[in-house]
């Protein structure tokens, strides 16, 4: 079974600065996909960034980077630059690719961001 | 291009009553998806759909919960008698093929008394 662990439930940064969210998986398969949602208040799931196993250069999206560990089954979320619109729970998800698309998320990071 | 449609968004009932929730995908996206979201926590996936076919229904609770995907584009979600426990968020998403990047709806958020 595939397991997605976001181990830090509330994060706060101020405006302009940067915060990295981690996540961690458990997988015995070799080629899955990775995502990083964003839920605001509104609670529209947003995709922010994806990354494919295969890949070893990380994805980066605007001001939305990930640090994808593959050995150590890592893959944090930095957010540069922050801005009030940020604020939101952040899911990791995790897909194996013979899985047709089941994600698995995990329990979401409170990211609040303060002027 | 418009995104993934859920109505209503709002749902208030008495316990025992039925409800159902719809859904349009985005359109050209052949897999929908399912997915209840409890308070303060990740969506679990209740059901997919490959076109109009329900390929992965392994968590959803047919006793009293029913899908259908008619024609392959819309789809309904029902619960048939609801209980204080499916108060939740229900959440719609689409993607072109199974496997490939999700897009959600506005999700339904349902409370049941």
């Known amino acids: 079974a595939q397991t997605v662990t976001q181990s830090q439930p509330e994060m706060s940064v101020q405006e302009a600065e940067t915060v990295t969210l981690s996540c961690t998986y458990d997988?015995?398969?070799?080629?899955?996909?990775l995502f990083w949602y964003k839920q605001p208040p509104s609670r529209q799931m947003i995709l922010v960034i994806r990354q494919e196993a295969y890949k070893q250069q990380n994805a980066t999206e605007n001001r939305f980077s990930v640090n994808f560990q593959k050995a150590a089954k890592s893959f944090s979320l930095k957010i540069s630059d922050s801005q009030l619109g940020d604020t939101a729970m952040y899911f990791c998800a995790f897909t194996p690719t013979d899985s047709w698309g089941k994600l698995q998320f995990g329990a979401g990071t409170q990211v609040v961001v303060t002027p | 291009e418009a995104g993934v449609v859920q109505s209503p968004r709002y749902k208030i009932i008495e316990k025992k009553q039925p409800v159902a929730f719809w859904c349009n995908p985005i359109?050209?996206?052949?897999?929908l998806y399912w997915y209840l979201q409890n308070l303060g926590q990740g969506p679990e996936l209740l059901i997919r759909?490959?076109?109009?076919?329900?390929?992965?229904d392994s968590q959803l609770p047919k006793d009293r919960f029913s899908a259908e995907r008619l024609k392959g584009v819309d789809s309904t979600l029902k619960i048939q008698p609801a209980e204080l426990g499916d108060s939740a968020v229900y959440l719609c998403a689409s993607s072109r093929q199974g496997g490939e990047t999700q897009y959600f709806g506005p999700g339904t958020r349902l409370l049941v008394l």
């Open positions: 359109s050209g996206h052949n897999t």
């Open positions: 997988t015995s398969e070799s080629n899955y996909y």
């Open positions: 759909y490959e076109n109009e076919e329900a390929v992965d």
